[in-house]
């Protein structure tokens, strides 16, 4: 983690459009099946998208990506749903202050209009960072806590997958450039891999494995 004591804003490069279509990657969670990808390939695509080498970003715990598709995305939403592609923001003391999912609809510079982004339905309240870490990993295993990071004022956590191709790049770069747009704050990004990584040491996947087919 000493890369995030170093870096507070991982900058990426910009994108030019107004808003970020999903289409076909408002995907979920609960598709195991079809969100695995090699380890070359996350740390591949991570180096295309300049998100940085396997210091600089996060992994899930698997026992918590088991899991996560079968809690609400948001209050208002059904059970076992989590959207592909999210971000959250945590205020200083950790508190969740803004949560998008692709499946709210295409990302317009109007939920990103202020600090922290516009909420375009209703979020847990009482919902920290902390809980947040406790589902991640680093590359290497090591579990992250809220003390390791440095302080900021905003602390932006920022899923990604290989399976979510363009799209999710785009959102990377969107949030990247919010950030940069910003500051007077300080900022801490943190970039999340969603992918269930494949475990080399087992039979290949089948022949018709495609791992991103929305790039």
């Avoid at 109007?110 to 600090?115: I, M």
């Avoid at 960072?129 to 302080?151: D, I, N, S």
Wanted: some cysteine; aromatic content about 14%; glycine content about 6%.
């Amino acid at each position: 983690m000493n890369s995030l004591r170093k870096r507070y804003v991982f900058l990426l490069g910009l994108l030019c459009s107004s808003c970020i279509r999903y289409g076909g990657a408002r995907s979920t969670l609960d598709e195991p099946s079809r969100r695995t990808a090699y380890p070359g390939e996350i740390l591949q695509y991570a180096r295309t998208h300049h998100i940085g080498d396997s210091s600089e970003f996060l992994i899930f715990d698997p026992t918590a990506l088991d899991t996560l598709g079968r809690r609400p995305f948001k209050p208002t939403y059904e059970l076992d749903y989590q959207p592909l592609l999210q971000f959250k923001v945590f205020g200083k003391d950790g508190r969740m202050l803004s949560h998008y999912g692709s499946i709210e609809g295409d990302l317009t510079d109007e939920v990103l209009a202020r600090v922290p982004p516009h909420n375009l339905s209703p979020i847990y309240g009482q919902y920290f960072l902390e809980e947040e870490l406790a589902q991640y990993r680093t590359w290497e295993g090591q579990p992250v806590a809220f003390a390791q990071l440095p302080e900021a004022d905003y602390y932006v956590v920022v899923w990604w997958s290989v399976r979510g191709g363009v799209t999710s790049a785009r959102l990377q770069e969107r949030m990247a450039r919010y950030v940069a747009e910003h500051p007077r704050h300080k900022w801490v990004l943190l970039n999340v891999n969603t992918d269930i990584i494949y475990d080399e040491s087992k039979p290949p996947p089948p022949a018709d494995y495609n791992p991103n087919p929305y790039r």
